[in-house]
Structures are given as C-alpha cells and as structure tokens.
C-alpha cells in the first residue's frame, strides 16, 4: 500500500457544499486542506442546471448553476486550496483514514485531521417506486436527462410525462419544452408540488403545461422504447389510484422526479449515524456527526431548496472542522449530555438533532419540512415543553424548507434537555 | 452448411453450444435478441435446485440432482460465482410440518444429499428475520445461488472461443427438413444444418411442432420480482421457501450472488410470449406473500422490480433428446424451473447425442474460457492499487454504486461477446445494477459504447431492437412551439 499521507482537513466531494467549506476553511486560517471530487472539473451538479435562479441570498443577484459554482471556484483558485478532480473516494473509515483511486494519482490513503462529507445526493430511481410495466427504453430520472440535454446536446424523448414535481422535474418540463419536446403533463402523487412555488410558476404555467396534482402513473407501455402511460388520480388520503380515472397517455419518455436521496454509502462506512427521515447523518449545532471529526453539510445531509442555504451551511461546517482540528475536546469535550432536539407536531427532518453542550453560538440555526401544506401557520419551539419562541409564516409547503433561528438566551442551554418544533395554524 | 444448429441463446442453448465445441462439429448458434440471455434466463429466481421438488422418475427430477453435483465445477472452470448457501423450505404452521417430511421423502427418493428436518429453534438460529409463525423447515444443504446471466455469457464467449459461430439478432422465422438437411430461414437467410437443437425457450413449441408429428404446448408463466439493495444482502444467508404448490415452488426470498435481496416470483400464465411486464396486482401479492417469511420488508429500499417467462410445457416435463419421428433433430424443451440447474446435465447429455448421431468425435484441443479479471469491487485495496497502476482507467470509477472503473467497462466492450447494448454492458460489468439503477453511469457508458464500436449515442440501444436510449441530438429538434393558452384548459385535468 502506499505510504499514507496526513492531511488536517479533507473535503468529498467538490460541488457547493464542498467548495463553500473550503473556502471558509481557509480562511479562518486552515492551510492542510483538500478537496477530493469524482467529476473531471469542480462544481458538482451546479454544472448541468444552465437555468437562473441561484445566488439571491449568497450574491444578491441571480446566476445560472455554473456561473453561481464558479464564484465558488475561483475563489478556491484564488486562494490555492488543493483539489483532486477525477478522484472517487472508496471508503472512510471511523478513525478518518480516506482511501480514494484516480487515474492519475493512482490509490491513495489519507489520514484526515478531520473530514468533511459533502457527497450530495441522487434521485430515487424507477425501481424505488415499484412502478409496474415494462423495463422499456424511455424512463429516466430529470437529472439523467438534464445532463444530457445541457452538458452533452443530447435529446432523450420528444413526447414527454414528468412524474413528481421536484425542482429539477420543473426545471426539466421547461428545458424539454424549450429545446422543442412536448411536455404532456407533470404528474404529481401528492395535493401540492414538492418544488417550489416559483418553479411551479416559472416552468409550468408559464408554459400551459398541466400541473396533475393527486394523480400517478400506474402502468408503463412499450416493449423496446415507451409508447405510453396510464395515470390516474389517487385519493388524497390513501394515495391510492381511484378506479375509473385511468387515461392512457402516449408518450415516448417518462422523466422521474420522484424524490432525492442523500448519498451516504461513504458515511456508513465510517460508521455515521443517519437520520430515517432526512436520510442523512445525525448531526449537532456544529455539523458534527456521531463520529468524531466527521462533519456533514449540503445535500448529503438533507436535501435542501437553494444553493445558497447550501453554500451558508457548508461555511459553517468549515469552520467548525476548523474548529476541531485546533482544539477537539473544544465541540465534545464537556461530557455533558447532549439536548436532544425533535420533530413536534407537522415538523418532519429537523437538522440539527442534537445540541452538544456547551453552546456557544449566539442562536441556533434549525432547519425542516413541514409535513403538508399550511395557510397561516405558526412556528412554535418547545424546550422542555415550556414555549420559548414563536413565529408567524403566511403559508408553508414541504416543498420549501423552513428555518428558525432560535436565541439561545431565551432558554438555560446548561439545564435543557429537549428541544421540540411545532408547526400550528393559527386560531 | 453447418454440422449443428442450435435455436436460443439462453442458458441451456449456450451450455449445448459450449459442449458442442468439444467435439469435431461445425457449430451455429442463432439467438433472437441483441444478446445472450436476454429471455428466462435473465429474469428468473437464480437459484441452484436441491431436487427435493421435482416428481421422482421425471427427467426434471434426474436432471435436477445430477446438474446440481456438476454445478460448482462448472461454475469454478468459468470463473463465475456460485454459493451453496443452502435452501429452506420452511412450514408457517403445524400443519404444514408432515408437508416437509413428505418433501424430505421425495427428495431422498431422487437422490438428493444433504437433507434434514430442522426445528423452529435450529430454524431461528440460523436465520433470525425469518417470520414469527415459522414452525420448523427442510434444510437443503446442496442448495445455491449462481448469477445465470454471468453464467450465460461465459459459456457462450467459451462456445465462441471453441469455434462456435455466435448469430446474434438472428431470429428463426421458419424450420423446414429438406434433403436431410434442417433449413432455419432468419431475416439475414437461410442458415442449413446436419443436426438442429430446439433451445427456443417460451418458443420451443413452435420450432418443434414444425417438424415433429409428437407436438406440444409451451405456456409462458410469468413471474414478477422485486429486488431490493444490497444494503440487506445479509438478511437472510440461505434461500427461504414457503410450501410448494401446483404452479411452482411459491414466493421466496433470497440473497444473490451479488448480495442483492429478490423476492419472488408469481406465477401467471399468460398468452403473449414476449409480455414479461409487471403488474400491481402480481407485486402486491410478492409482497403479501413474502410477507410471511419477513414481515419487515424493507420496502423503502426496492431498487428494481422485473418479470421473467417460465416456459411450462403441457407435459409438465422437460422434453429432451431426438424426437422420435426427426432424426437429428434434438429438443432441450419445456426448460422451467429447475432449468438452470439442470443445465450442465442436459447439456452434456444432449451434445454427446448429437455427437452420436453425427459420428463426431471429440477435438484434441478445448480452448480455456475467456476469464475477466477480478472485479474492482471485490479487490483489497492493494490489488487495486496494482491494478491502477497497471492501467489508470482502474482509477476511473464509472458506477459509483457498484464501483465499476472505466477499465471494466471497456472490457466487457471489447471482449469476446463483447457488450453492444446498455443492458449488455450491465450484465458484463455491473454498470447500472445498483441502487441507482443507472441514473448516473448510463451517460458514461454510452460515451464509452459510443466511442469503442463507432455508433452515434443517438443510435444506442437499452437491449436491441427499438429500445433505443435517445431520440436525437439537440441540433436535430424543431424550434419550439409551446402550447397556446386555449388548449391548456382542454388538456388540464379536473
């Protein structure tokens, strides 16, 4: 084996949340760092989503995906944070030693001071569903497809169903009808879409392509490439198909943009806890998972809206890996019991799950999912069961993630033992 | 002229084939689809029979316990896997115990080693998930796993290697005995044989009923599985059967090769030969029924679900050897379950009698099997560091869930038999058989396809045929024309 090398921070994957760690990193004075990425260039999967849209929060103005990665980039350039492209991690183990295989670099090991996952995610697959019909040329997930439509000028289908109504299954109706397809409908399981408001918006009504909300496909047709699909409406509560409202739909493609998972292969081998809601590691106020040294942020954490609650949150995991490598028992040290933090009522994938004590920040940045659609809601936070906060929000969907910084002068962190977020409409 | 030709490229037409090649014959095998094992034999329970099931006296039953002997020879000389990891029949309640002993009964009378009765205790032990009715089981220790795809191309490259012709995309429209001769017409003429051998799967009726007076019926039965990550490969170490009914050996649940979970099959017979979709209806009932033997179906991880057609013959037997009426015309028909383990029985039985009726005798000389290297996925660390150092395209991994390098994937691109499909690639190399099902190695690999055999992307397909991946390139669409507004309240649903 090689000899290995000693590294005090290593950083997977170098898409946003990567390269915003890093730059944070470095600049509170981290000068051992490298970012390992399995793509040819930085960037992650910014470079494919050529549509506007992000950067309002991070650079108060609006970039398509790859100009908005490479502010990001450059600013590692700049900087000369070391990155090794082309570069796949295979494994990470509990006390942090990184094996990674490249073409050019060969197999490595590294031993990290500390290691940041910012892996992102995939998109669930057609198997995940169950979806019945034949194993047809024609299906896909959206991301497949954008990646052929932007990056490679590849068309995947002319007649188009998108099932789900995730961000990229908008952006993607959009694209498809741009480059000249015809998008027949998106077809969403659940009474509202899971993207976002302004993506429903912008890419669907903007192009008269019908929006089915509580509908689904039930059947796939075509022996070699798709020729159709039926769907049908679902009851609400059941999500169950209601007999008689079947309609065939003939089509050549069917875009999947039925969920995203967490990509957490690495984090199991190095023996992260995840969470089974948000499909990502445990984690405390500092990105902190269970293991110690091992940060998480980004999409391998919980799937997020915007790049920029990405990129926000991944600068804060730079800092705290920082953080460790100077001073370990600084984030664990204190052998208190942690505060567990919890998902109330209409709350699902609260991040972080716990809070490790002492607690030193000012506020503590919650973020989640509430479980349905509310009009006139309320945020409520419960320490131990006393009301410490509440906030008022015109609407909430579970297609945009809520956040609450919660003060901690408003409550004892020395003494608290739990934490709870409520989602409530109001009286 | 050919000496032989063999119809199918499934596992037992390629198994013909490969022994075939032992012997001084000019061999050609035409196979419908794009590739080898594209029918039943990609799409069934890949399981290694015991034999306990099959009627004693049947050649299912004869066949069955002598393949199952030969299986792990077989499988070590091409260098696929295999595990005996055991079967399980198991009884879900007292009254279903005195049906094991009767199994145990049949399986001692064909012949079948390794058999006990175990308790619910020995039972518990050895497979802690297993449901909380379970009472008690057959142990089966012969039992195993093999991957049938693998297995498939291995004997078919090897049947190349040897001399064999290999006509893919080659269907068989028609078969006539002319002057002695046997006349299989296909879309690129007609192919001219000594000898012919019916390896047609599902379609084996109809080759043989154009030729024999002795005719009989092939239904497909269609069996529909899901399949779930690897992540629950270890749930269960052997394969766990429940009671065996008419139609079959019922729904089971077993590990694969590659640490996969199936669970499967129904069975449903069917009229279209070639209709091996899924259903709601047969998925809900795997997972009902499966449901007795593991009540916590992790069915958040699914990662595929698929169908395959089980050729029942009306005679409810394998049909085997001469037909009595058309010398030198060989079936290896009505091939269901046990099939594939029956496999290396049948097809060395049936190539010596071919062999016979040609008076071939064997070649000095029997090349070695095409061997792949060891997979990077079940490397050391070490021994990939070797192999990267070797050839960099080691150090590019292609399917990030399977951990496949570019080098692999030119591999099964450039090897004997090489893959010319996307699916074909997926069987060689494992690209895509993940959780991820593809979604992000399949740009890669058709980069990759694209380049080695000279074909536009556009021009892929998934498995043949129509099935291709990509409808054109962006230079080829027409300027867009969105909807206008009228049509959008016609179109919107209710």
Request: with cysteine.
């Given at each position: 084996?090689?000899?290995?090398?000693?590294?005090?921070?290593?950083?997977?994957?170098?898409?946003?949340?990567?390269?915003?760690?890093?730059?944070?990193?470095?600049?509170?004075?981290?000068?051992?760092?490298?970012?390992?990425?399995?793509?040819?260039?930085?960037?992650?999967?910014?470079?494919?989503?050529?549509?506007?849209?992000?950067?309002?929060?991070?650079?108060?103005?609006?970039?398509?995906?790859?100009?908005y990665?490479?502010?990001?980039?450059?600013?590692?350039?700049?900087?000369?944070?070391?990155?090794?492209?082309?570069?796949?991690?295979?494994?990470?183990?509990?006390?942090?030693?990184?094996?990674?295989?490249?073409?050019?670099?060969?197999?490595?090991?590294?031993?990290?001071?500390?290691?940041?996952?910012?892996?992102?995610?995939?998109?669930?697959?057609?198997?995940?569903?169950?979806?019945?019909?034949?194993?047809?040329?024609g299906?896909?997930?959206?991301?497949?497809?954008q990646?052929?439509?932007?990056?490679?000028?590849?068309?995947?289908?002319?007649?188009?169903?998108?099932?789900?109504?995730?961000?990229?299954?908008?952006?993607?109706?959009?694209?498809m009808?741009?480059?000249?397809?015809?998008?027949?409908?998106?077809?969403?399981?659940?009474?509202?879409?899971?993207?976002?408001?302004?993506?429903?918006?912008?890419?669907?009504?903007?192009?008269?392509?019908?929006l089915?909300?509580?509908?689904?496909?039930?059947?796939?047709?075509?022996?070699?490439?798709?020729?159709?699909?039926?769907?049908?409406?679902?009851?609400?509560?059941?999500?169950?198909?209601?007999?008689?409202?079947?309609?065939?739909?003939?089509?050549?493609?069917?875009?999947?943009?039925?969920?995203?998972?967490?990509?957490?292969?690495?984090?199991?081998?190095?023996?992260?806890?995840?969470s089974?809601?948000?499909?990502?590691?445990?984690?405390?106020?500092?990105?902190?998972t269970?293991?110690?040294?091992?940060?998480?942020c980004?999409?391998?954490?919980?799937?997020?809206d915007?790049?920029?609650?990405?990129?926000?949150?991944?600068?804060?995991?730079?800092?705290?890996?920082?953080?460790?490598?100077?001073?370990?028992?600084?984030?664990?040290?204190?052998?208190?019991?942690?505060i567990?933090?919890?998902?109330?009522?209409?709350?699902?994938?609260?991040?972080?799950?716990?809070?490790?004590?002492?607690?030193?920040?000012?506020?503590?940045?919650?973020?989640?999912?509430?479980?349905?659609?509310?009009?006139?809601?309320?945020?409520?936070v419960?320490?131990?069961?006393e009301?410490?906060?509440?906030?008022?929000?015109?609407?909430?969907?579970?297609?945009?993630?809520?956040?609450?910084?919660?003060?901690?002068?408003?409550?004892?962190?020395?003494?608290?033992?739990?934490?709870?977020?409520?989602?409530?409409?109001?009286? | 002229m050919?000496?032989?030709?063999?119809?199918?490229?499934?596992?037992?037409?390629?198994?013909?084939?490969?022994?075939?090649?032992?012997?001084?014959?000019?061999?050609?095998?035409?196979?419908?689809?794009?590739?080898?094992?594209?029918?039943?034999?990609?799409?069934?329970?890949?399981?290694?029979h015991?034999?306990?099931?099959?009627?004693?006296?049947?050649?299912?039953a004869?066949?069955?316990?002598?393949?199952?002997?030969?299986?792990?020879?077989?499988?070590?000389?091409?260098?696929?896997?295999?595990?005996?990891?055991?079967?399980?029949?198991?009884?879900?309640?007292?009254?279903?115990?005195?049906?094991?002993?009767?199994?145990?009964?049949?399986?001692d009378?064909?012949?079948?080693?390794?058999?006990?009765?175990?308790?619910?205790?020995?039972?518990?032990?050895?497979?802690?998930?297993?449901?909380?009715?379970?009472?008690?089981?057959?142990?089966a220790?012969?039992?195993?796993?093999?991957?049938?795809?693998e297995?498939?191309?291995?004997?078919?490259?090897h049947a190349?290697?040897?001399?064999?012709?290999?006509?893919?995309?080659?269907?068989?429209?028609?078969?006539?005995?002319?002057?002695?001769?046997?006349?299989?017409?296909?879309?690129?003429?007609p192919?001219?044989?000594?000898?012919?051998?019916?390896?047609?799967g599902?379609?084996?009726?109809?080759?043989?009923?154009?030729?024999?007076?002795?005719?009989?019926?092939?239904?497909?039965?269609?069996?529909?599985?899901?399949?779930?990550?690897?992540?629950?490969?270890?749930?269960?170490?052997?394969?766990?059967?429940?009671?065996?009914?008419?139609?079959?050996?019922?729904?089971?649940?077993?590990?694969?090769?590659?640490?996969?979970?199936?669970?499967?099959?129904?069975?449903?017979?069917?009229?279209?030969?070639?209709?091996?979709?899924?259903?709601?209806?047969?998925?809900?009932?795997?997972?009902?029924?499966?449901?007795?033997?593991?009540?916590?179906?992790?069915?958040?991880?699914?990662?595929?679900?698929?169908?395959?057609?089980?050729?029942?013959?009306?005679?409810?037997?394998?049909?085997l050897?001469?037909?009595?009426?058309?010398?030198?015309?060989?079936?290896?028909?009505?091939?269901?379950?046990?099939?594939?383990?029956?496999?290396p029985?049948?097809?060395?039985?049936?190539?010596?009698?071919?062999?016979?009726?040609?008076?071939?005798?064997?070649?000095?000389?029997?090349?070695?099997p095409?061997?792949?290297?060891?997979p990077?996925?079940?490397?050391?660390?070490?021994?990939?560091?070797?192999?990267?150092?070797?050839?960099?395209?080691?150090?590019?991994?292609?399917?990030?869930?399977?951990?496949?390098?570019?080098?692999?994937?030119?591999?099964?691109?450039?090897?004997?038999?090489?893959?010319?499909?996307?699916?074909?690639?997926?069987?060689?190399?494992?690209?895509?058989?993940?959780?991820?099902?593809?979604?992000?190695?399949?740009?890669?690999?058709?980069?990759?396809?694209?380049?080695?055999?000279?074909?536009?992307?556009?021009?892929?397909?998934?498995?043949?045929?129509?099935?291709?991946?990509?409808?054109?390139?962006?230079?080829?669409?027409?300027?867009?024309?969105?909807?206008?507004?009228?049509?959008?309240?016609?179109?919107?649903?209710?």
């Open positions: 084996m090689p000899e290995t090398r000693k590294i005090d921070l290593v950083i997977i994957g170098g898409g946003p949340a990567g390269l915003a760690a890093a730059v944070a990193a470095w600049d509170g004075g981290c000068r051992s760092l490298l970012i390992l990425e399995r793509d040819v260039r930085l960037g992650g999967i910014l470079q494919q989503c050529i549509h506007n849209g992000f950067g309002l929060h991070v650079f108060h103005e609006e970039l398509t995906g790859p100009e990665a490479d502010r990001y980039i450059r600013q590692v350039q700049e900087r000369g944070i070391p990155f090794q492209c082309d570069t796949m991690v295979l494994d990470v183990s509990p006390q942090r030693l990184v094996t990674a295989v490249s073409p050019a670099h060969g197999l490595v090991q590294i031993q990290a001071g500390a290691v940041i996952l910012a892996m992102g995610c995939r998109e669930r697959p057609r198997g995940a569903l169950a979806i019945p019909g034949t194993n047809c040329a299906i896909m997930t959206t991301g497949t497809a990646r052929l439509v932007n990056l490679e000028s590849l068309v995947p289908g002319k007649r188009i169903v998108i099932l789900g109504s995730g961000d990229i299954g908008l952006i993607m109706a959009r694209r009808t741009c480059i000249g397809a015809e998008v027949l409908a998106c077809v969403e399981l659940m009474p509202f879409s899971s993207g976002l408001t302004r993506n429903v918006v912008q890419c669907l009504h903007d192009y008269n392509i019908p089915l909300l509580s509908h689904t496909v039930i059947a796939i047709e075509g022996r070699e490439r798709l020729t159709g699909v039926t769907i049908a409406e679902v009851d609400p509560a059941t999500r169950k198909p209601i007999p008689g409202t079947e309609e065939k739909i003939a089509c050549d493609t069917l875009l999947l943009s039925v969920g995203l998972i967490p990509e957490n292969e690495l984090s199991r081998s190095a023996g992260v806890s995840l089974e809601v948000t499909q990502g590691p445990l984690v405390d106020q500092n990105l902190l269970d293991v110690p040294g091992v940060f998480a980004g999409n391998v954490l919980h799937v997020h915007l790049v920029d609650e990405v990129s926000e949150e991944s600068a804060r995991a730079g800092l705290a890996a920082l953080a460790w490598i100077r001073e370990p028992a600084s984030q664990t040290g204190s052998g208190l019991e942690p567990r933090v919890r998902d109330g009522k209409g709350v699902r994938g609260i991040v972080p799950q716990q809070i490790t004590r002492p607690v030193q920040l000012p506020k503590l940045h919650l973020t989640f999912r509430p479980d349905a659609v509310y009009k006139q809601a309320t945020i409520r419960e320490v131990d069961g009301t410490v906060l509440r906030q008022k929000r015109l609407i909430m969907t579970p297609g945009e993630m809520a956040v609450v910084d919660l003060p901690t002068g408003r409550f004892d962190p020395a003494s608290a033992r739990e934490i709870a977020v409520h989602v409530e409409v109001n009286a | 050919f000496d032989v030709t063999v119809i199918g490229g499934g596992v037992i037409g390629a198994a013909i084939a490969r022994e075939l090649a032992r012997y001084r014959l000019s061999v050609v095998l035409l196979e419908r689809k794009s590739d080898v094992a594209e029918g039943t034999t990609k799409a069934n329970s890949a399981i290694i015991a034999g306990y099931d099959a009627k004693p006296g049947s050649q299912k004869r066949t069955n316990v002598l393949g199952n002997a030969m299986f792990e020879d077989w499988c070590a000389e091409l260098d696929v896997p295999f595990r005996r990891n055991t079967s399980l029949v198991v009884a879900f309640s007292d009254a279903d115990l005195p049906g094991l002993a009767d199994l145990m009964a049949r399986g009378e064909n012949g079948v080693p390794g058999l006990s009765l175990i308790d619910e205790a020995e039972l518990r032990r050895r497979e802690p998930n297993i449901g909380p009715k379970a009472r008690g089981a057959l142990l220790e012969t039992g195993g796993i093999c991957c049938p795809y297995l498939t191309i291995s004997l078919a490259t190349l290697l040897n001399g064999v012709e290999i006509r893919l995309n080659t269907p068989v429209t028609g078969v006539s005995r002319e002057n002695g001769t046997f006349v299989c017409q296909t879309p690129q003429g192919v001219v044989s000594r000898a012919l051998v019916n390896a047609a599902v379609y084996a009726d109809t080759i043989n009923n154009q030729l024999s007076e002795d005719t009989f019926t092939i239904t497909a039965r269609r069996g529909e599985y899901v399949m779930l990550d690897k992540r629950f490969g270890p749930a269960f170490k052997a394969t766990i059967f429940q009671m065996p009914t008419p139609m079959g050996k019922g729904v089971l649940i077993t590990p694969t090769v590659e640490d996969t979970v199936i669970l499967g099959p129904t069975a449903e017979d069917i009229e279209d030969k070639d209709d091996v979709r899924t259903t709601a209806a047969g998925l809900e009932q795997v997972l009902r029924v499966a449901a007795l033997s593991w009540p916590q179906i992790p069915t958040r991880h699914f990662i595929t679900a698929f169908a395959g057609l089980r050729a029942h013959c009306d005679r409810n037997d394998f049909i050897g001469e037909a009595a009426d058309v010398p030198g015309f060989f079936n290896a028909a009505g091939i269901e379950s046990p099939g594939l383990t029956a496999a029985a049948i097809a060395a039985e049936l190539a010596g009698q071919v062999a016979d009726r040609l008076n071939a005798g064997k070649k000095d000389t029997f090349n070695p095409y061997l792949a290297r060891k990077f996925r079940l490397m050391s660390h070490a021994e990939r560091e070797a192999a990267v150092a070797a050839d960099p395209a080691y150090g590019r991994i292609i399917c990030r869930c399977e951990s496949v390098p570019e080098a692999e994937i030119l591999e099964a691109i450039r090897r004997p038999l090489g893959a010319t499909t996307l699916d074909g690639v997926k069987r060689r190399a494992r690209a895509g058989m993940g959780r991820c099902q593809g979604g992000f190695c399949a740009p890669r690999v058709l980069e990759l396809l694209s380049r080695e055999l000279g074909v536009p992307q556009t021009e892929l397909t998934k498995f043949g045929g129509a099935s291709r991946i990509l409808s054109g390139t962006l230079g080829e669409m027409a300027e867009p024309q969105p909807r206008a507004a009228q049509e959008r309240t016609g179109e919107t649903h209710a």
